[in-house]
């Protein structure tokens, strides 16, 4: 990336922002599809119930969590890898 010049930078600098943004639309989309076919099953009224809006909340919870654990299990991974290749 140091090779890179001004145009070029910019360039990829967009690019990165714009799979950044559709990988976030990607998780939140998954999220909601995830936490509503879980949760909400009465079509009978435009409002949650109070055991379907306490259901969300504890789905997104979970699902944030589990996100984090799995980036924090990632950042472990990295470093034990690059741990590996420094003795060799």
């Known amino acids: 990336m140091d090779n890179l010049n001004a145009a070029e930078t910019r360039t990829l600098e967009e690019r990165l922002q714009k799979r950044q943004m559709?990988?976030?639309?990607?998780?939140?989309?998954?999220?909601?599809?995830?936490?509503?076919?879980?949760c909400v099953n009465d079509f009978t009224s435009k409002a949650l119930s109070e055991r379907e809006n306490?259901?969300?909340s504890r789905c997104v919870q979970k699902f944030m969590a589990s996100g984090q654990r799995l980036s924090e299990r990632f950042q472990e991974h990295n470093v034990e890898q690059q741990a590996m290749q420094q003795r060799r």
């Open 54 to 56: 306490g259901c969300v």
């Open 22 to 38: 559709k990988e976030f639309v990607s998780l939140y989309s998954n999220l909601v599809d995830h936490c509503f076919a879980s």
